[in-house]
């Protein structure tokens, strides 16, 4: 298990009114890239993640979050830790609910901090 991707995954387990994505894949290869580079659009975000227990980084400053320079990115990844990879996160748009909800949980943390 990857470090981010798992915060990532019970965030959704036990926050989903909170889950901003509508998909997550997780790419360690050009191969995995290529099988999947059709289905995504054409603007994706992208964390680096690292196994739990690795605490060799992976930073990559300045990605553009365009579908085009994803192996780029790999190639980055994988330059500073072989066993690094890519999330590819794909953002659903806030609904009302959603900025209503953000809203308030903002207003109990201003409130908690008096």
């Known amino acids: ?12 387990k036990y926050l989903p009114d909170l889950y901003p994505y509508s998909k997550i894949q997780i790419i360690s ?8 580079k059709n289905k995504l659009p054409e603007r ?3 964390r680096t993640d690292t196994k739990i227990g690795d605490y ?7 990605t553009s979050g365009k579908k085009e320079d994803i ?4 190639e980055e990844v ?5 066993d690094g990879v890519l999330l590819l996160l ?10 209503k ?3 308030d949980l903002m207003l109990v943390s201003i409130l908690m901090r008096i």
């Open 78 to 82: 994988k330059k500073q830790n072989p």
């Open 71 to 74: 192996p780029l990115e790999l």
């Open 29 to 36: 290869s050009i191969e995995e890239w290529n099988k999947i």
């Open 101 to 103: 909800m953000m809203e």
């Open 90 to 99: 794909n953002t659903k748009s806030p609904t009302y609910h959603d900025m």
């Open 56 to 62: 060799r980084n992976v930073r990559i400053s300045g």
């Open 1 to 12: 298990m990857y470090g981010k991707a798992k915060g990532i995954f019970l965030l959704n």
């Open 44 to 46: 994706v975000t992208t």
